[in-house]
């Protein structure tokens, strides 16, 4: 009974590289999303998606891309990093109904 | 733009006080509001609120919503230091309307309680 699990836990990278952030959920549910948190910010919106094959911009989406080509995983991709990516990661699943929001345990990544 | 407003941003109290923490809101299109509790990784959920008036409540904690006047609060009674964290609230919409999707969190509200 996993619920969502993010990979990785931690990273460092280097200004300008790239990497990708895996979401992975096994609840079957329709809705995914990718957050950051910085301190004193609360949870910012990066993309969502609404379905298989579908994604959408949040609030924040500048250096981020997604993909959600199979529904269980949601992908988070930082093309070229840079230290104002330095955060806290989160991705949170829901099945769409009247329902809590179900988050993974976040990966904490440090650009420098 | 719609928004959710937590205060106070951070409270600092000892063991035994009871603590209100409040949550405002102007969004459209309102389905639900939820309470989230975040101690060193992910939220945990705490209540969720749909219909003015009536209490939730878990244990020493309690919830309730205000429809008309747009608020929430969450009740703490005879806090521990087990309750230091940070509480997140959040409306869900029932649109996924433009960059906010469709689950607006306020900036929560850091609660320290000292021994």
């Known amino acids: ?112 | 733009e719609d928004k959710v407003v937590q205060s106070p941003l951070s409270l600092v109290v000892h063991e035994g006080d009871t603590v209100t923490l409040n949550c405002s809101y102007e969004v459209t299109n309102f389905r639900s509001l939820l309470w989230y509790k975040q101690e060193k990784k992910a939220p945990t959920f705490l209540f969720m609120l749909t219909s003015s008036g009536i209490e939730k409540k878990s244990g020493r904690l309690s919830s309730i919503l205000d429809k008309k006047e747009l608020f929430s609060i969450l009740n703490i009674t005879a806090t521990q230091t087990g309750d230091s964290a940070i509480y997140l609230c959040a409306v869900e919409k029932k649109d996924y309307g433009g960059s906010q999707g469709n689950l607006i969190f306020g900036k929560g509200t850091k609660l320290s309680v000292k021994p």
Request: charged share 15%.
């Open chain 1, 1 to 112: 009974n996993a619920g969502v699990t993010q990979t990785p836990k931690f990273r460092v990278l280097k200004t300008g590289q790239s990497m990708t952030l895996l979401c992975a959920q096994d609840m079957n549910h329709e809705y995914m999303y990718w957050y950051r948190q910085d301190p004193g910010m609360g949870l910012r919106l990066i993309h969502y998606s609404v379905g298989e094959g579908t994604t959408a911009k949040g609030e924040v989406p500048d250096g981020y891309n997604v993909s959600r080509l199979k529904k269980q995983n949601f992908l988070l991709g930082l093309e070229s990093a840079a230290p104002s990516q330095t955060s806290v990661y989160f991705c949170a699943s829901s099945n769409g109904q009247l329902y809590g929001y179900t988050f993974g345990s976040g990966t904490r990544l440090t650009v420098v």
